[in-house]
């Protein structure tokens, strides 16, 4: 136990200096284990602080202050059951590439001041125990953290922010000591306070783990940090809603901090639990992050390299690694990027484990300027020129992000490309796992991905999403599940999966859009679904500037637009629709519909849409009113292309209907036909095509194919019914096409 080690220490205080440490490993020492039956606690500075008699100055008591209470410069380090470090500068360094530590269940290292692990060559293999940030140990009883977290249900965003993140009376999204107790106690996985936890947890400003150095010349990390088992939690840096600007310094970020009596400090606001700068970490098994939390970027974990190299056209993402086989990061918070920031030329590998219960709480509108009603940005991931590959089992859920700014969103992952950040584009490969009920205040309920307002000649984000599931994940303005920015190429295929998710604005599903043209970006579906998530306009993908193409086996189905857009809205650019399919051929109407009151299947307010195959099928319009109608198509502006594919296919469940126009509804644009049909679309008014406005060309295809395909309506215009209203003016014009087999109960089997 601590009383005789502590009477063995005997020191020259002539011989003191600021690199003093307590123990130097190069051969094997264990500490704890088997045989131990008491706590055996090695400390730094604390309450129960130690003396010497004298020092240089010949006063007496003078505080022995160690920077570094073990280190390991070559050989191995056990740290096992009933051991405890704490209270150092730095509790454990490794500093040669031969140096080993292993920390095993039942031991705890904590409460240094500055960083509990600095690996800077070598390599500590985290099995058990813990890193915590700060507690204080009641005689020899190490600390027992309860294991069972919150039920998903708890975590109500909205409350969570109203009830957890507040000062002086008003919503903030900064935590401060109260507001880290309060939230420890009500939300974080400590059901009960562990045996001897301080009354408040101390915001430390420490790090758990820093791992810093880059490859030999072989290519090997020399840093390495590997964690199979045990927690790391506790963590908590300065930081309140007076923050007010970040700059780098040394391996932390300092904040301008107003302090309570207005006077303007400089506060060390790097606290997280782990931060990787150029070394190799691998997290997996049981291990758990989790109870975290920093003022500036990435509670649970930090990648960056300082040796990435912004101005090399042919630098790559290897300088910094993270590969995740299982394990959790949780209940961790920043300002931005909640569990984690990955940026710098790093990259994150993750087939299993998850991601939960994260929060990026900084405070940007959507132009990037402090706003007081804002909020940070990427609750679970915050990405800035690096690589992101999710596959297997993975998990990003329960995520929120606070900020309402475009570039900073993303519920689950936000990424980006910015100048200063290198040529490379960002890259994030989706390949399995699922990204669910996540949440954003502004975009990208489940995942953003822009650049930062830049041109498209460098940099960018590239996204491939092979095989993922992206769904219940809410965003309440823009895109529920995924929103698109400029100088962003998105690619879904191989059975990949968007489903479920709500937007309060537009694009429930995706939302697509381009704020400068110099900055194009685009989207290409094929094998894949979009279906079942709902929003104003454009439940499925919504369109605003930007290219978009579905191709063969891509479906965007049974999505609900409260207004117009049921499968998508194009508010501009290009939709490209060379095959697959708006709605689907089979299965019941009511089970595979994309619904809404004006363009069930896809609404055209402005833009260019290209059909050459593929159907648009099977939609149906939840509105009778005179305005309202298209249970394919809706135009009110814009120009339609169809030179191939059908609108509407068959009868019955596989038809589109509408009170008016069930295949095309005109109420302005251009809708040219040179091949393709319009068949088995049903209508009050209107079967095939319902005009209130606009221009109709049709030089060849077919409405109405056969007795089994035609195109029908209650009353009037089987084929085509064509009228004005007020100011509009309607014009047809039709040559070297084809319009048979279509009906009408009252009058106009072909045209009215």
């Known amino acids: 136990n601590d009383t005789p080690l502590r009477k063995a220490i005997r020191l020259n205080p002539s011989a003191y200096t600021s690199n003093h440490r307590w123990i130097g490993v190069n051969g094997t020492l264990t ?68 140096a080993t530590v292993n920390l095993k269940a039942g031991a705890v290292v904590h409460s240094a001041r500055d960083m509990n692990v600095n690996i800077t060559k070598g390599t500590f293999n985290m099995q058990g125990g813990y890193i915590v940030g700060h507690y204080k140990s009641t005689g020899n009883t190490v600390p027992t953290y309860a294991s069972s977290y919150p039920d998903n249900t708890i975590l109500d965003y909205d409350t969570f922010i109203a009830n ?30 562990p045996s001897g936890w301080t009354e408040d947890p101390k915001i430390n400003d420490a790090i758990a783990v820093y791992i810093h150095n880059e490859k030999d010349a072989s290519g090997n990390h020399l840093a390495v940090f590997n964690m199979s088992g045990g927690n790391i939690c506790g963590f908590y840096g300065h930081g309140n809603k007076n923050i007010i600007i970040g700059a780098s310094g040394s391996s932390y970020t300092y904040a301008t901090y107003m302090n309570a009596n207005n006077v303007v400090e400089n506060r060390k606001a790097q606290s997280m639990a782990i931060y990787n700068n150029g070394g190799k970490m691998t997290l997996s098994g049981t291990a758990k992050i989790y109870a975290n939390h920093t ?57 299993a484990g998850e991601i939960t219960h994260c929060v990026a709480y900084a405070k940007l509108d959507q132009f990037n300027n402090p706003d007081e009603a804002g909020g940070g940005g990427s609750g679970g ?5 690096s690589k992101f590959v999710m596959s297997g089992t993975a998990e990003i859920s329960w995520c929120y992000s606070a900020t309402i700014s475009m570039a900073m969103s993303g519920g689950a992952i936000g990424a980006v490309w910015q100048p200063g950040f290198g040529y490379v584009a960002t890259t994030v490969e989706l390949n399995g796992g699922e990204i669910h009920h996540n949440k954003s205040r502004g975009y990208g309920g489940g995942v953003s991905a822009t650049d930062k307002g830049n041109t498209g000649v460098v940099g960018g984000v590239d996204v491939q999403i092979k095989g993922c599931k992206i769904h219940d994940n809410v965003a309440l303005i823009d895109g529920g599940g995924f929103y698109i920015g400029g100088n962003t190429n998105v690619v879904v295929n191989n059975s990949s999966e968007i489903y479920s998710n709500t937007a309060t604005g537009n694009g429930g599903g995706v939302l697509i859009s381009t704020l400068d043209a110099t900055a194009p970006c685009s989207l290409e579906v094929s094998s894949s679904e979009i279906y079942q998530n709902s929003a104003a306009n454009g439940a499925g993908v919504y369109v605003h500037e930007g290219t978009c193409t579905l191709m063969g086996g891509g479906y965007i189905h049974y999505n609900q637009a409260s207004s117009y857009g049921g499968g998508l809205y194009m508010d501009g650019g290009t939709f490209n629709h060379q095959a697959g399919e708006i709605g689907k051929y089979y299965g019941t109407n009511g089970a595979t519909a994309n619904t ?67 295949g095309v509804y005109m109420n302005g644009g251009e809708f040219i036909m040179t091949g393709g049909s319009l ?11 319902y005009m209130n406005g606009g221009k109709c060309k049709v030089t060849g295809g077919t409405i109405g194919k056969d007795a089994s395909h035609h195109n029908e309506a ?36 072909g045209i009215y």
């Not at 939230?183 to 974080?188: C, I, N, Q, R, W």
């Not at 009113?625 to 030179?643: A, I, K, P, Q, W």
């Not at 209508?683 to 095939?688: D, I, L, N, P, R």
């Not at 064509?722 to 003016?729: L, V």
């Open 31 to 98: 500490l704890g284990g088997t045989g131990c039956t008491s706590v055996l606690i090695i400390r730094g500075q604390n309450s129960d602080q130690y003396y010497y008699p004298s020092n240089n100055a010949g006063t007496n008591n003078a505080l022995i202050d160690p920077i570094v209470l073990i280190k390991v410069h070559s050989g191995t380090l056990n740290l096992d059951s009933n051991c405890e470090l704490c209270y150092g500068k730095v509790n454990v360094w490794l500093s040669n590439e031969a």
């Open 164 to 193: 957890h993140f507040t000062q002086g009376g008003t919503t903030d999204y900064y935590l401060d000591t109260a507001d880290v107790k309060h939230v420890l106690e009500a939300y974080y996985p400590l059901q009960s306070k």
């Open 295 to 351: 003022p500036y970027s990435g509670g649970g974990v930090r990648l960056t390299s300082w040796d990435f190299d912004a101005t090399n056209t042919n630098e790559n993402f290897e300088h910094t690694l993270l590969t995740m086989t299982g394990g959790q990061i949780s209940y961790c918070s920043g300002g931005t990027g909640g569990g984690m920031r990955i940026e710098n030329g790093a990259t994150v590998t993750m087939s």
């Open 381 to 385: 991931i915050r990405m800035v020129s």
């Open 596 to 662: 809404a009151k004006r363009g069930a299947g896809v609404y055209i307010n402005n833009g260019t849409y290209n059909m050459s195959g593929g159907f648009i099928n099977g939609n149906r319009t939840t509105s009778t009113d005179t305005g309202d109608g298209g249970g394919g198509v809706y135009m009110n502006g814009g120009t339609f292309n169809l030179s191939g594919g059908r609108i509407g296919y068959g009868s019955g469940t596989y038809r589109n209907t509408a009170n008016r126009g069930a």
């Open 679 to 689: 068949e088995g679309n049903y209508a009050t008014y209107g079967g095939g095509v």
């Open 714 to 749: 209650t009353y009037y215009g089987g084929g085509i019914y064509s009228t004005t209203s007020g100011s509009t003016s309607s014009e047809v014009s039709i040559s070297n096409a084809t319009i048979g087999y279509n009906k009408a109960s009252t009058s106009g089997g």
